[in-house]
């Protein structure tokens, strides 16, 4: 059992389902290669092999159909819970032993994956360098003098090194991005609720993301199909249809910062990189376009010299107090400020957050998403230890504002520099696009053809995408029916499935209209007097079109929308007469941003 064997999940799966190979010869090729790799630092805990193999033949009694990651051995990071295995963030005084797993982690079980160890990290997820931990410095998979990335950089190192083929970080300031880059791996941040956050140790619990490493981004957003959904556990849970991966958008629209905004804190390399990964977006086809990154940086420095770190604060303020021995002395110089923070300091922060979110939201008006530096560069151990909190900062600049503006994020691999160092771009857009960037991320991905991780794999031909059902039905909706409002779910109770959101072509007026639940009316207006409004496409069956469509009430219709990209899609129209008494919502530029300011008015 060598190299030669399937590497990625979907390689891996085919593998399982076609009897070539079998889900206990997967497992204990993953404790061979944990014993060949031989870093302790990259695990806290490991399960005992024979238990893992058991399972795993237990499995051959399943349905593998059923199973999306049958056979699939995960690494979790240890400030997740998982049964079996203690939790200790990173930190064995505060170590305890979890009832039940995580959400995120019952989800991954039930579909056929098999835990088999807790990845080291920066003590209680705090840190982008991953050298803050008892337990050990991880060896970075591409270049041992080099940082692995943190905080979740066992789990990172996990992937790259080939020990797994997934592995879950988390993500509350760029932890699940910039040890994905170090490793040239694929780190995917989803739109925060998507994944519940029930047993996470907290790191910022209003911030908090479990996020994924995959090899591919096909196979980091299998595992999110698998993680999402909402979970009445978890308090800070929503509802966040995944939307289906699509071809390459016809007119993809990439915003790119304005010239001098750009940093690299001096590294030419990185720079120099950056430019070529623009150049691959442009041959795909991709328009650059320019905005103003500096919102971006103010939102970034709230989040260390603001209110956030007081709840880092109290997680670990008993542990401050009764032992503050055992705590890493850069994790508890960082955390111990939180205690000084007063709650007017706090509003003011959010007032200002505020209206940094309505500056983020322009941007994306005519943006489809950002596409960016992961980090500005990249740091040997030696480096780190000798300046840990400036340089770790450092690594944040284009990270730690993402979940403050809620966006959600795709850390790709991007190229490998002379020096042997990977770069990395991410793609980021407001919440909800998770699918969006899938779809264009697996494409730049794969036409960079860089091997996968540390192995020198090769990667596979992107597979195709699923057809849809050809006799599905596609549907445009802009209001009431958009994922998460009010009539939602007269969709989802017709089997209705959330293809894309895109936009109209900038010839429509919205208006709200007089109706109980409050619904919006699209209305077709002459070229050049209206502007583009963000809408969703759904997909029904033809019966269930039928009857959706039957059960809609006057003044709505059904006619033809004309899209951003000159595709015409069937949808939700209003009679032009019953305008007279609507208000003009156009300004808005869709439902959601008009019914979010009203719900604050």
């Known amino acids: 059992m060598g190299a030669e064997q399937p590497e990625t999940i979907a390689a891996i799966v085919a593998a399982h389902r076609a009897g070539t190979l079998t889900p206990a010869q997967t497992v204990a090729r993953a404790y061979q290669r944990i014993r060949d790799h031989n870093d302790p630092a990259v695990f806290i805990s490991l399960r005992d092999e024979k238990d893992a193999i058991a399972e795993a033949e237990r499995l051959a009694t399943k349905d593998a159909a059923g199973l999306p990651l049958y056979g699939v051995p995960v690494a979790v990071k240890d400030n997740i819970d998982a049964l079996g295995f203690p939790t200790t963030a990173a930190c064995p005084a505060f170590s305890y032993t979890p009832a039940h797993d995580s959400t995120a982690v019952e989800r991954l079980r039930a579909a056929g994956a098999i835990i088999i160890g807790k990845t080291n990290l920066d003590q209680f997820a705090t840190g982008l360098v991953g050298v803050r931990s008892p337990y050990g410095i991880p060896k970075n998979s591409i270049r041992e003098d080099l940082i692995p990335g943190g905080s979740s950089s066992g789990s990172a190192v996990a992937v790259g090194a080939g020990l797994v083929p997934l592995s879950l970080g988390t993500d509350t300031a760029g932890s699940g991005r910039v040890p994905a880059m170090l490793n040239n791996i694929v780190g995917l941040k989803p739109s925060l609720g998507m994944i519940s956050t029930a047993g996470l140790v907290p790191a910022c619990r209003t911030l908090d993301c479990i996020?994924?490493?995959?090899?591919?981004?096909?196979?980091?957003?299998?595992?999110?199909?698998?993680?999402?959904?909402?979970?009445?556990?978890?308090?800070?849970?929503?509802?966040?249809?995944?939307?289906?991966?699509?071809?390459?958008?016809?007119?993809?629209?990439?915003?790119?910062?304005?010239?001098?905004?750009?940093?690299?804190?001096?590294?030419?390399?990185?720079e120099a990189a950056y430019g070529d990964a623009l150049k691959r977006w442009t041959a795909l086809g991709a328009t650059l376009v320019e905005f103003d990154l500096e919102p971006f940086y103010e939102t970034a420095r709230l989040l260390y010299e603001g209110p956030w770190v007081a709840e880092r604060y109290l997680v670990i303020k008993d542990l401050l107090a009764s032992a503050p021995d055992t705590i890493h002395p850069v994790t508890r110089e960082i955390t111990a400020a939180g205690a000084r923070?007063?709650?007017?300091?706090?509003?003011?922060?959010?007032?200002?957050?505020?209206?940094?979110?309505?500056?983020?939201?322009?941007?994306f008006a005519n943006i489809d998403a950002l596409v960016l530096p992961t980090a500005p560069t990249a740091y040997t151990t030696a480096q780190v230890l000798a300046n840990p909190i400036e340089l770790n900062s450092r690594l944040g600049t284009y990270t730690n504002f993402v979940n403050l503006l809620d966006l959600c994020g795709l850390a790709i691999p991007a190229s490998m520099r002379g020096d042997g160092i990977p770069f990395g771009?991410?793609?980021?857009?407001?919440?909800?696009?998770?699918?969006?960037l899938t779809s264009i991320g697996r494409v730049f991905h794969a036409d960079t053809r860089l091997s996968l991780g540390a192995k020198g794999t090769a990667q596979a031909p992107l597979p195709p995408l699923p057809a849809s059902s050809s006799d599905e039905i596609p549907i445009a909706v802009v209001g009431a029916h958009l994922s998460g409002m009010a009539l939602n779910g007269e969709l989802t109770a017709l089997n209705g499935k959330l293809i894309e959101a895109t936009k109209t072509a900038p010839d429509y007026k919205l208006y709200a209209l007089k109706t109980t639940p409050p619904k919006p009316g699209l209305l077709r207006v002459e070229a050049g007097k209206g502007a583009s409004i963000e809408l969703e496409i759904w997909s029904l069956s033809p019966s269930a079109f039928g009857k959706f469509v039957d059960a809609i009430p006057a003044p709505m219709a059904i006619g033809t929308v004309r899209l951003a990209d000159d595709r015409s899609v069937k949808g939700f129209l209003v009679e032009p007469e019953v305008l007279g008494e609507a208000l003009d919502i156009t300004a808005y530029g869709g439902w959601r941003a008009f019914m979010k300011e009203a719900a604050t008015a």
């Open 211 to 270: 996020s994924v490493f995959a090899l591919t981004v096909d196979d980091a957003a299998l595992a999110l199909s698998v993680m999402a959904g909402p979970d009445k556990a978890d308090p800070f849970s929503r509802d966040r249809p995944l939307g289906a991966i699509t071809p390459l958008p016809a007119k993809l629209r990439l915003g790119v910062p304005r010239k001098g905004q750009l940093i690299f804190f001096g590294d030419k390399k990185a």
């Open 341 to 363: 923070l007063t709650a007017a300091e706090t509003f003011s922060a959010l007032y200002r957050l505020q209206g940094l979110r309505k500056t983020a939201e322009r941007t």
């Open 425 to 436: 771009i991410t793609l980021l857009a407001p919440a909800g696009r998770d699918a969006l």
